[in-house]
């Protein structure tokens, strides 16, 4: 029983394509993230819901469109990809407390040619 | 803002053998929370070890254990018989109260060497 999980796994595309990358949770959290990891393997927060609602949106350019329907769901869209998009794409959920710790889906490599 | 910093880029130590890898962060808060979190070459993130700040007492799992010292605001990793199946990305993160937002430090690479 995956716990939280992602699709695809792998995804390569051409720039200037929309894409899109699922997640589900089974874990019954109540808050879901996305977290991108560069070729330097550098982790960083990108969006955050709580209950549906966006609480954390840092400074991603807006191509980038998360969108949750329910509280077990959180896609990632992504317009006019651009070379530098490549990397790997984290979800995430937990509880909304904060020593609730993170669980991770297994991560999508974007690779855009 | 906080910061996590891992000041070691890669590591290695002998199978069986302790290993200690080191983390220092810097944060106003009072209340927050410490992490490692190991990714191994499958990609998976997988939490090894978390601190609560209020507790003095430092964390352990099995292998792994911290040690966490609040003034210094430094949160290192001890493993202990270190396995082949140990080798990884190692990663520190903490958050702070009331906030949903991970920190992570730039990962520290360990090998295990048999």
């Known amino acids: 029983d995956t716990a939280v999980s992602q699709t695809p796994k792998y995804l390569v595309t051409q720039m200037g394509n929309d894409k899109s990358i699922k997640c589900e949770q089974n874990?019954?959290?109540?808050?879901m993230y996305w977290y991108k990891q560069d070729s330097k393997k550098f982790l960083k927060i990108m969006f955050s819901y709580n209950n549906k609602e966006l609480i954390i949106n840092e400074t991603v350019p807006n191509r980038f469109s998360p969108k949750s329907p329910d509280k077990a769901h959180l896609n990632l869209h992504i317009n006019s990809l651009e070379l530098g998009d490549s990397a790997v794409y984290f979800c995430a959920s937990s509880q909304f407390l904060t020593n609730s710790p993170l669980h991770f889906g297994n991560g999508t490599r974007l690779t855009v040619t | 803002a906080q910061t996590v910093t891992q000041s070691q880029p890669e590591m290695s130590v002998q199978e069986a053998e302790t290993v200690t890898l080191s983390c220092t962060y810097d944060?106003?808060?009072?209340?927050?929370?410490l992490f490692w979190y190991k990714q191994p070459p499958s990609r998976q993130m997988i939490l090894v070890i978390r601190q609560e700040a209020y507790k003095q007492q430092n964390a352990t799992e099995n292998r792994f254990s911290v040690n966490f010292q609040k003034a210094a605001k430094s949160f290192s990793l001890k493993i202990s018989d270190s396995q082949l199946g140990d080798a990884a990305m190692y990663f520190c993160a903490s958050n702070r109260q009331g906030a949903q937002k991970l920190v992570f430090g730039q990962g520290t690479r360990l090998t295990i060497n048999p």
């Open positions: 944060t106003s808060e009072s209340d927050y929370y």
């Open positions: 874990l019954g959290h109540d808050t």
